[in-house]
């Protein structure tokens, strides 16, 4: 007779030897955390690239800056896509990452998302290495901006465009938008220059001070923490090459594989929120 299933999220599970063995190389001394789109799945977030993602080819930071049309159709789905990320709240993995920080577990969070939600759940040492949708800059003059006031701009300057009920959002927060030849872009108030969310986009370089922030949390730990992030991105394999080598232990949580997975020391193969929930308990959190 086959034995019974565990109930979901049981401890009684397979993934359980590699849960108990992270919380134990965390208990040793502080960690380092990098997290990537699966820690915001639940939080109604998409991935670029989990399963299930569709296949898109992000706007280069080169189209953006030499198209009018782009920089149009850009401007009117990212207003709809920031929108529903304003609306997005924190899940049980931004919420636990938080709560281990105040407890001296985390020395600091670096993301590749642009989300907020680290922030929005209480994290207060972030490093954003692909920057925010919630802020706006100027490319000419250097002004920022709160995407808020900008996105008030948009609104009287384009009534037109009401959020659609149903609408594909990307992780970027980029928005498919029919009309968006019809757009009008907002420009900087202080000089007229181009406006552009302050993310990274494809094409462009995170900016050096941004990465040394980061490669600051990943020195000062005693442990490298990779939550969501299948480590395709450069900027994370760097930080993990950086861990490896001052021979720091690497936890790998996502669900699938990833690029640092022949070097971990602990890899979980799980959603990054769920398993962060069953760690935080075994460290007192």
Not at 33 to 41: E, F, R
Request: glycine share 10%; net charge negative; aromatic share 6%.
């Amino acid at each position: 007779m086959a034995a019974s299933a565990a109930p979901a999220g049981s401890v009684a599970d397979a993934t359980l030897p590699q849960i108990e063995a992270a919380a134990e190389i965390m208990r040793r001394g502080t960690t380092a955390v990098l997290t990537g789109a699966g820690i915001s799945t639940d939080s109604g977030i998409p991935d670029y690239r989990g399963e299930g993602a569709p296949k898109r080819t992000p706007m280069t930071f080169q189209q953006f800056r030499g198209d009018a049309a782009f920089r149009r159709r850009y401007w009117a789905g990212s207003h709809v896509g920031w929108r529903m990320f304003d609306a997005a709240q924190p899940n049980d993995g931004h919420r636990m990452l938080a709560r281990l920080e105040e407890d001296g577990h985390v020395t600091g969070i670096v993301t590749q998302n642009v989300d907020g939600l680290h922030l929005k759940a209480g994290s207060r040492r972030v490093v954003d290495l692909h920057g925010s949708m919630h802020r706006v800059v100027c490319l000419v003059c250097g002004q920022t901006y709160a995407r808020s006031s900008i996105a008030e701009r948009i609104a009287a300057e384009n009534a037109w465009l009401e959020q659609p009920e149903s609408v594909v959002l990307n992780p970027d927060g980029d928005a498919e938008i029919a009309r968006a030849d019809e757009f009008v872009v907002p420009d900087c108030t202080v000089c007229g220059g181009m406006l552009k969310p302050d993310i990274v986009y494809f094409g462009e370089f995170i900016p050096r001070e941004k990465f040394e922030e980061a490669a600051g949390i990943v020195h000062t730990a005693d442990a490298l923490l990779v939550a969501g992030s299948s480590l395709v991105v450069n900027s994370g394999i760097r930080l993990l090459e950086q861990a490896l080598r001052r021979r720091l232990p690497v936890i790998i949580i996502n669900r699938g594989v990833t690029k640092g997975d022949p070097r971990a020391t602990v890899k979980i193969d799980g959603g990054a929120s769920e398993t962060l929930a069953r760690i935080a308990p075994l460290l007192g959190a």
